[in-house]
């Protein structure tokens, strides 16, 4: 029997550590001349996660499908600066410490609502506390 | 464990940021040092920064920062003529070294501040994972 109790949450977790990697790259190379700050985007990831809504555009019923998966639906996007810099790194440290904390917190948000997926389990499994 | 790279990350820029301390901490203390010969004269040192993944394929976005190198600045050497000092050359001029303080100490102040970023980041991360360990407790 398969479980689905976890949902999307697991998903969720999944790629809120992936972009707490992301932007952490991004704070470390904050003096680092010529680097582009990068970050993914969670709706894309979402819609990949739900099912095959980023497919390939077939212009004849020969292709063959090509799906696309959460993993590559939750890709790389290069950040666009609100300013220039001389050396041309992109990182903009307060919008990535920002961007940190938004996720950190969002990361903790979806380790809430697994922890009462487990607690209710558990409490459905020994039918009492 | 994914989060376990980040650790590596914000390490690898702490290290970086701590030889920048170090190369300014050199160079303030270098600052106005002078010599008869312009070959022998401190001159102020800066690290070349890089961003490096591990694999050239990696398609993560995950790069952490490793020092390539260190140059020294080729910016002029004051040119102060003082027959009375015993390093003084036969013209009577002494070089004094190219260190700009100013300069040194606003780079001091940045790399404490992305040092400090980076102890955060590390501390931030590994308060998921242990809550991410008593998941379900």
């Known amino acids: ?129 | 464990m994914s989060l376990f790279k980040v650790i590596d990350v914000a390490g690898s820029a702490m290290n970086a940021q701590s030889v920048r301390l170090n190369v300014t901490s050199s160079n303030l203390a270098n600052a106005g040092s002078v010599s008869g010969d312009p070959d022998k004269v401190y001159r102020a040192r800066q690290p070349i920064f890089e961003s490096f993944q591990h694999t050239l394929a990696d398609q993560s976005g995950i790069s952490g920062v490793r020092m390539t190198g260190v140059v020294e600045s080729a910016a002029p050497l004051e040119v102060r003529y003082q027959p009375e000092h015993p390093e003084a050359d036969e013209n009577g001029n002494v070089y004094v070294s190219n260190v700009n303080n100013v300069q040194e100490m606003v780079n001091m102040i940045s790399a404490s501040r992305s040092y400090k970023n980076n102890v955060e980041i590390i501390n931030t991360t590994k308060d998921l994972l242990m809550q991410t360990l008593s998941l379900g407790r």
């Open chain 1, 1 to 129: 029997m398969e479980i689905k109790a976890f949902e999307m949450h697991e998903q969720a977790l999944k790629f809120r550590a992936h972009r707490n990697e992301v932007l952490s790259s991004n704070i470390a190379n904050a003096d680092t001349p010529n680097y582009k700050a990068r970050d993914l985007d969670f709706a894309a990831a979402l819609k990949g996660a739900q099912g095959g809504t980023l497919s390939l555009k077939r212009t004849s019923e020969m292709h063959q499908q090509a799906w696309g998966t959460a993993r590559s639906a939750g890709r790389l996007m290069y950040r666009v600066p609100m300013q220039p810099t001389l050396d041309g790194n992109t990182v903009e440290a307060d919008v990535e410490q920002a961007a940190f904390a938004e996720n950190a917190l969002q990361y903790r948000a979806s380790l809430a609502f697994l922890d009462g997926k487990v607690r209710s389990l558990r409490f459905a499994i020994k039918g009492g506390d």
